[in-house]
């Protein structure tokens, strides 16, 4: 991975790279702060844009920008991080199945990273018109992760449990709103075994393993 690094960004010395993306294994699945990285690295914020460049370039991290209905609004809103490959999360992040209680917010997030990557990667040989996305309003109300075809949307939440309830459907709801009649639906993804019906907006609570299900 070193070797590329220093391939791509033509540098001999690719420890500072290195440490934004172990950095970014901890960020994984949140908010993209750039001025953030910068100061937590003693980084200045162009060599920070920069090393974030290869970091993409090298399909190491994904940078999902944030939906909204105006789409200008979408070029000022705030993308979300995701490494791509969540196992090399984990290793940078020293995320061990043992720590599952301790640090169930920090799995969660490999895990939406995970679905993500997976969506994406099966959308490019099913459907390569789909484009991706995150949701989050001023009320933080979240969906992690939208997907459009033109006007059309959905919405898919990731939730890292063994059962969902209709409150799970709450950023769904929102992104609905939102959405207006370009909304065509949502599920909330999660670690069961059974389609769930979530009230009556709708929405669906469904097992992960069907993202592996024809």
Not at 19 to 41: C, P
Not at 50 to 71: D, V
Not at 91 to 99: N, S
Not at 174 to 181: F, I, N, P, T
Request: charged share 30%; hydrophobic share 45%; with cysteine.
């Amino acid at each position: 991975m070193e070797r590329d690094i220093r391939d791509v960004a033509r540098i001999k010395d690719s420890t500072d790279v290195a440490r934004l993306l172990e950095l970014l294994a901890l960020r994984t699945a949140e908010l993209l702060n750039v001025s953030s990285l910068g100061n937590d690295l003693n980084m200045d914020r162009l060599t920070a844009d920069r090393h974030l460049s290869i970091l993409e370039k090298l399909f190491l991290i994904r940078i999902l920008p944030a939906w909204h209905r105006n789409s200008a609004k979408r070029l000022i809103k705030a993308p979300k991080v995701h490494l791509c490959d969540s196992g090399l999360a984990a290793t940078l992040a020293d995320l061990h199945p043992e720590d599952w209680n301790a640090k169930r917010d920090r799995f969660g997030h490999l895990l939406e990273s995970f679905v993500l990557q997976q969506l994406v990667a099966q959308a490019g040989w099913t459907d390569p018109d789909l484009r991706f996305w995150h949701y989050r309003d001023k009320d933080q109300v979240e969906v992690d992760c939208v997907i459009t075809r033109g006007r059309k949307v959905w919405g898919v939440e990731v939730k890292a449990a063994a059962t969902v309830t209709p409150s799970d459907g709450a950023g769904l709801r929102r992104l609905a709103e939102q959405a207006r009649s370009d909304f065509q639906g949502g599920i909330v993804l999660y670690d069961g075994d059974t389609v769930i019906p979530l009230g009556e907006s709708g929405f669906l609570g469904v097992p992960l393993s069907r993202l592996w299900e024809s």
